[in-house]
């Protein structure tokens, strides 16, 4: 099965500073999944980072709150921007193997604490 | 948009007896997957369902996918606290994307 790497685990960060969190596969994948999951609750899909091209949104984020790159097939970064505490938030990246099955594996996610 | 809930939204049972999860969407699903995540842990993977009314099995868990591909339910037999932990089930869509439903958080009593 693949690992996933996150990076940093956890942080704490200052109200309008920004943050770059690392996600490292440790196969090729084509298709990698950022999710944010606020205490207590579901996950919600962020966006869908796609190698070569830009990641793709899901209704209520913009690129300029989460840029996202994809500069090769096993690694991808979220940056969470000009940060407020509503921001505060586990951010997890997966990925899904390409087997066919549809399986998404998850990274250990990265708790985001906001002042 | 693709709107998937899930009840109950909490369940507390004592270890040994039996629990339910159900999960219930607005559209026709062309498959369903259910993920557990431990306290503090990540999603991790159970099961895909993919046909009409299949019944998968995982040693005490039992997956079910309804006749009108609409709902699904996850049944555990004889809880153990092991299987403490919120368990979502996950609906793609067009896109290949991945949405995941509320969750159920389930607590086992010792």
């Known amino acids: 099965s693949a690992v996933i790497s996150q990076k940093p685990s956890r942080d704490i960060c200052q109200r309008g500073t920004s943050l770059t969190i690392q996600c490292q596969v440790d196969s090729q994948v084509t298709m990698m999944f950022w999710y944010r999951q606020q205490p207590g609750q579901s996950l919600t899909l962020i966006a869908t980072a796609n190698q070569g091209s830009e990641a793709t949104y899901e209704s209520g984020f913009v690129i300029d709150k989460f840029p996202i790159s994809r500069p090769n097939l096993t690694f991808s970064t979220l940056t969470v921007s000009n940060m407020s505490p509503e921001d505060s938030s586990i951010y997890l990246c997966?990925?899904?193997?390409?087997?066919?099955?549809?399986?998404?594996?998850f990274g250990e996610g990265s708790r985001l604490t906001v002042l | 948009g693709q709107q998937v809930m899930q009840i109950p939204q909490y369940q507390h049972v004592q270890e040994g007896e039996d629990f339910t999860t159900y999960c219930n969407s607005s559209t026709t699903l062309s498959n369903i997957q259910w993920y557990k995540q431990r306290p503090g842990g990540h999603p991790v993977f159970l099961i895909q369902l993919v046909k009409s009314g299949e019944v998968k099995k995982q040693k005490r868990l039992t997956f079910q996918f309804g006749e009108a591909k609409k709902n699904s339910s996850l049944h555990i037999t004889a809880t153990q606290t092991t299987d403490v932990g919120t368990y979502f089930c996950a609906v793609q869509t067009g896109a290949n994307n991945l949405f995941f439903g509320t969750g159920t958080r389930l607590t086992v009593i010792p």
């Open positions: 997966s990925a899904e193997l390409g087997q066919g099955t549809g399986e998404l594996f």
